[in-house]
């Protein structure tokens, strides 16, 4: 019997109407008699998480809805549905509004765009958002512009989902707060590492052709940033990835401007530039400005000369490079096609997913290593390290959620992000590899050093592999532990001093101007931003930023 067109359609319409009745019924919040509580996104999500009715706070329960009719408008940087950062917004976003009785809106826009456009709304006093998904570095002009609520007391009212300041090293706490007072619901944590492949370094026969060449034991992880560069000097041009007959490279670095691109030179900078001690003072543990004057630092001779490095390391790589931005620089590396990455923790969850790398079981990681020599603002001179140091930084967005203080519904938006914020929810989050979501707290390290356990990562969706992910975690665990560390920059108009600092490192790069010329039009930029804001209040805000205490 032959079935005409329009009795097929009508027949998958009602299938595919019965289907979405299904999912629309499907419950994302299942209450249990013993206290516990499943959470349970979306299929295309994979999460199924547990909890309790007490770390879910007072306002939640089975026959509670505390922000019914009630909206929240979120705005975050436009990733897309399973994208990294705006992901989990949509992932949580059934889960939320099953437990309130809320609805949300998620309003994207490209990374590019994100720091205007969270401004406009604030400045303007549109209260057009109740909250936004920020990186660390607004914070100078959140505060300057009272624009963000404390969330301290939501924190402690055992109202809202219980999370805690307390799992997080030092220099991750400092991102969230101001002067001790916490505005930041946390979520991901940034911080650059070194990532290498472990199968080419272990090689004998790289081993023996490197030592014949440099004159010392290709080192296994590099210890120091020159053997990172001789390194990736005798791998570049020669054809280890077997997938394709072209030659591969030493490095791969994402360097596009107006992206992330600055983020390499601020990060390697660090060892260069910064003389480490065992205080915070005017020549000690400064990076980039005096904090007694606020003269610009950035073009101090450690600055110039890491910024001759990086230009040197860059050649070991791809030319197309100086355009690439985060994602293209991970995939050639995932693709095998370098030795060396220097990137987030993205980089270290992608190699585990057989869709997008193919170096899973292959990656090492490691702090970023530091120069072997360091100028010495004190002494005025470039200083030999006493052996191989750790150096550390936080550098990046660590994206995170704030609360407009001009929401009109400050509570329900808080009570999302801080959904998003429960240990049973970054745990899951910090294994996934898609998300953006990055490791820095405690129960996501493994132990002795934190609470996770190998299997939380081995038997995840990504199944990760067991040597990748035990040196993934630890280098970051060390990164963020370092004593000395990359001082975060946070005051008003810190998008205008990174913008003069990475239009002047493309034209380094490229060649339009060299490193030293490039990193003084960049402190001439500098002084013009600070005169114009009004220097004694920018040294303030620099001092406050850094903890500055005086000398």
Request: net charge negative; no cysteine.
């Amino acid at each position: 019997m032959a079935i005409s067109r329009a009795l097929l359609l009508s027949a998958a319409l009602i299938v595919l109407g019965g289907a979405a009745a299904v999912a629309q019924n499907t419950p994302h919040v299942t209450w249990h008699d013993d206290g516990t509580v499943t959470l349970k996104s979306d299929p295309e999500y994979g999460m199924e998480i547990k909890t309790t009715k007490e770390e879910l706070g007072s306002l939640f329960g089975p026959d509670q809805k505390p922000f019914e009719g009630e909206t929240v408008t979120v705005l975050t940087l436009d990733s897309g549905p399973k994208g990294g950062i705006s992901g989990p917004l949509y992932m949580f976003r059934p889960i939320w509004e099953e437990l309130t009785g809320g609805k949300l809106n998620i309003a994207l826009t490209p990374i590019s765009e994100l720091y205007t456009k969270t401004f406009l709304d604030l400045r303007n006093g549109t209260g057009e958002y109740d909250a936004m998904i920020v990186g660390a570095f607004f914070y100078g002009d959140l505060i300057a512009g009272k624009y963000i609520l404390p969330v301290d007391d939501w924190n402690k009212s055992g109202e809202y989902p219980k999370w805690d300041y307390g799992v997080m090293p030092p220099s991750v706490h400092a991102i969230y707060t101001w002067e001790g007072v916490g505005y930041g619901v946390p979520s991901d944590v940034d911080g650059q590492i070194l990532y290498y492949r472990r199968d080419l370094l272990t090689d004998p026969q790289h081993q023996t052709a490197f030592k014949a060449e440099y004159g010392y034991d290709m080192p296994v992880p590099p210890k120091t940033a020159q053997q990172v560069r001789d390194i990736a000097k005798y791998f570049n041009g020669k054809n280890f990835d077997t997938n394709d007959p072209d030659p591969d490279s030493g490095v791969v670095l994402h360097l596009k401007v107006r992206e992330q691109g600055l983020y390499h030179f601020t990060t390697l900078a660090t060892s260069f530039a910064m003389t480490p001690g065992d205080k915070l003072d005017r020549t000690h543990n400064v990076y980039w400005f005096d904090p007694v004057d606020m003269k610009p630092l950035i073009n101090s001779p450690g600055h110039v000369r890491a910024l001759e490095f990086l230009k040197e390391l860059a050649s070991y790589g791809p030319p197309a490079q100086v355009s690439w931005s985060l994602g293209e620089a991970w995939d050639y590396f995932l693709r095998g096609k370098a030795v060396f990455n220097f990137s987030y923790g993205d980089v270290g969850a992608l190699a585990q997913d057989p869709e997008r790398s193919k170096i899973r079981g292959k990656l090492g990681s490691t702090v970023l290593p530091a120069s072997d020599t360091y100028w010495d603002m004190e002494k005025k001179d470039f200083v030999k390290a006493e052996g191989p140091r750790q150096v550390g930084n936080n550098t990046g967005g660590s994206w995170h959620g704030v609360v407009s203080s001009l929401s009109q519904s400050p509570e329900a938006a808080y009570s999302l992000l801080a959904l998003m914020a429960i240990k049973p929810s970054q745990k899951f989050l910090a294994t996934i590899g898609w998300d953006g979501v990055d490791p820095g707290y405690s129960y996501q390290w493994l132990e002795p050093t934190g609470e996770a356990k190998l299997t939380d990562y081995t038997e995840s969706s990504l199944k990760w592999d067991e040597q990748d992910v035990k040196e993934y975690l630890q280098a970051y665990y060390e990164t963020y532990n370092a004593k000395t560390t990359l001082p975060y920059l946070r005051i008003t108009g810190t998008q205008e001093y990174y913008d003069a600092l990475d239009s002047n490192l493309s034209a380094a790069m490229s060649g339009s101007k060299t490193p030293q010329q490039a990193l003084d039009d960049t402190a001439a930029a500098w002084e013009q931003i600070t005169d114009r804001l009004g220097r004694d209040q920018q040294l303030k805000n620099y001092q406050a930023a850094i903890g500055w205490k005086g000398e």
